[in-house]
């Protein structure tokens, strides 16, 4: 067509998991670039945004950190769940309930018509605690594979970790890119 391209896009990534397996952290790392000082316990939605470039183009990633199970989440859902781009699904590597969550958070999304056709990815955090881990790798990646999602372990907290964390959102960004 002959409109012209609009100023910035915006990917809006939803970031989803049980309550304290670090997604604050984790869109923190991303769009700081460093692991928060203090986090407070998410109340309804927290968002931020980083710009980032993709071939020349400057977009606009937008990641949405809901409060897990925290009873403000019902008032926020509707809104949260509108123009999803992609899915990163969190859980904690020393919690097993926070792996075991993982259908039911999916199946959430589902129903909010966010099936296999919109990008998903499966994040398995703290691994700078891997001696306390509780969820194996082996099981993790069977579980992302029945899903067809890939599989990240990664730490927020790590101070090595950065780049991983960067880089983990940045392929979902080239994913969604390359998609349209
Ligand atoms: P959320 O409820 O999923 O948003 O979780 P938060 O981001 O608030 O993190 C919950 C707790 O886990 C906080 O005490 C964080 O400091 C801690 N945490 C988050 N990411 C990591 C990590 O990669 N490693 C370790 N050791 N702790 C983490
Ligand atoms: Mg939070």
Redesign the pocket.
């Known amino acids: 067509s002959s409109l012209p391209p609009p100023r910035s896009r915006i990917f809006k990534i939803i970031v989803i998991?049980?309550?304290?397996?670090?997604?604050?952290?984790?869109t923190y790392r991303f769009c700081a670039g460093k692991f928060p000082d203090k986090?407070e316990?998410?109340i309804g939605v927290d968002f931020r945004e980083k710009v980032i470039e993709i071939d020349g183009e400057k977009i606009k990633v937008q990641l949405w950190?809901t409060a897990?199970q925290e009873r403000f989440r019902k008032s926020m859902v509707q809104h949260y769940y509108r123009n999803v781009h992609a899915i990163v699904f969190?859980y904690d590597i020393t919690n097993a309930v926070s792996f075991q969550s993982l259908p039911a958070w999916i199946e959430e999304c589902r129903q909010h018509s966010l099936g296999q056709d919109v990008p998903r990815i499966l994040v398995g955090?703290?691994?700078?605690?891997r001696g306390a881990a509780r969820v194996s790798t082996d099981v993790a990646q069977k579980f992302a594979d029945s899903h067809s999602m890939p599989l990240f372990e990664t730490?927020?907290?790590?101070p090595g970790d950065n780049d991983h964390v960067e880089a983990i959102f940045m392929t979902v960004a080239h994913k969604l890119k390359s998609q349209k």
Do not use: Q, R
């Open positions: 998991g049980d309550s304290g397996v670090g997604k604050t952290c984790l986090t316990a998410t950190d897990g969190v955090n703290k691994c700078d605690l730490s927020a907290k790590s």
